[in-house]
């Protein structure tokens, strides 16, 4: 047998299970279906009254087994055909255990649904005192939870609140820290800027003196090239000279050889006119 067949009156297993508290059944019946949206669909499953099995459970006052149904997925929020939810329904029917479990499990005692009053209200106009001091516990009991979370919040906002200041601190410290390198690079550059334009007029000067001085080695080139021309044309008038002059020595030579050869025969003609007249 499928988990999902229903009766005459469109109650499922899980329906009969819940109206009859057999938390095995229950169990059972859930393992056995073979996808979530099986699961979905059985617990969402409504009798001839639009009841889901949940319904039913809190109708009958069954605890446990609207805990089994809440854990496996059963909605807490839907209602039946006369608008009312599985909350309503167990405060209606004054199951005291089944309303502090519903409440556990996260049912909202101010929900009206499709109907006038909410749980609260009925179990105040109920006049079951027990069903209004669980309910009155139950949301003493929240408030406590959201003043306690809204006091960690605090909390962690004061925390957050005063990291931010010690960041915002820090940051401060490095901002002025990083003006001051600013105006210190900033200096920095100005005083390169001076340097750069002493530089460059150094190296203009520089340029103009290598500039004049490559001039005036081109005409000191000049001046030597015509001082060499000048030697070398000197050199050749000096060897023509020495050539001249050894010329002339020769030519003094031999006439001082012919004047001697003519002053020997002049002697010796004086000697022969000598002999002659004696």
Known sequence: AKPTQSTTFKETSLHLAARHCFTTVVEVVL???SSDKERKQLLSAENYMGATALHVAAEKGHAEVCHQLVAAGADLALLDHSGRS???LAVY????????RLLALGSDPHFCGDGAASAMQMAEQSGHTNLRMIILSHLHAKQEEEMLAAKDDLVQERRRRENAEGKVSELSVELE????EMVLKEKRMQDAEKALLDANR???SLTERLETQTVQLSEAKSVAENASCRAARSEEELRKAQQDATRHQRAAAASREAASQLHSRLAASKESA?????
């Open 202 to 204: 150094r190296a203009s």
């Open 86 to 88: 599985p909350l309503q």
């Open 31 to 33: 393992a056995a279906l």
């Open 93 to 100: 029917w004054a199951h005291d255990e089944c309303v502090e």
């Open 177 to 180: 820290n990083l003006q001051k």
């Open 274 to 278: 000598g002999a002659l007249e004696s």
